[in-house]
């Protein structure tokens, strides 16, 4: 088994801050990219930022700049630090990861159970 739990989200003032973790527990030998989705209401949930195991990041466009993606290898976590918050952030952030539990078998996609972010104007 793994799991994904999450933490850190809230309410937040339009221009705050709000910082997600993610821990990844379980059966794990090796986690390959990290990263965090959102998805809001009537949307489909897109990529917010991602993580490889050697620090590379990719992230959205609407995100550049204000949001800075992090993990911890020893710990098997991801964090998510969302500076200057727009409404439009407004959603529910999944966390993912890519994981290979045993020697010799794919990496497969687990998420988190979602946290929600709301951003007041």
């Known amino acids: 088994q793994v799991q994904l739990v999450e933490s850190g989200g809230g309410l937040v003032q339009a221009g705050g801050s709000l910082r997600l973790s993610c821990a990844a527990s379980?059966?794990?030998?090796?986690?390959?990219?990290m990263g965090w989705y959102r998805q809001a209401p009537g949307k489909q949930r897109e990529l917010v930022a991602s993580?490889?195991?050697?620090?590379?990041?990719n992230y959205a466009d609407s995100v550049k700049g204000r949001f800075t993606i992090s993990r911890d290898n020893a710990k098997n976590t991801v964090h998510l630090q969302m500076d200057s918050l727009k409404p439009e952030d407004t959603a529910v952030y999944y966390c993912n990861a890519i994981i290979s539990r045993f020697a010799g078998t794919y990496y497969n996609a687990y998420w988190g159970q979602g946290t929600q972010v709301t951003v007041s104007s």
């Open positions: 993580i490889t195991s050697g620090d590379s990041t």
């Open positions: 379980g059966s794990i030998l090796t986690i390959n990219s």
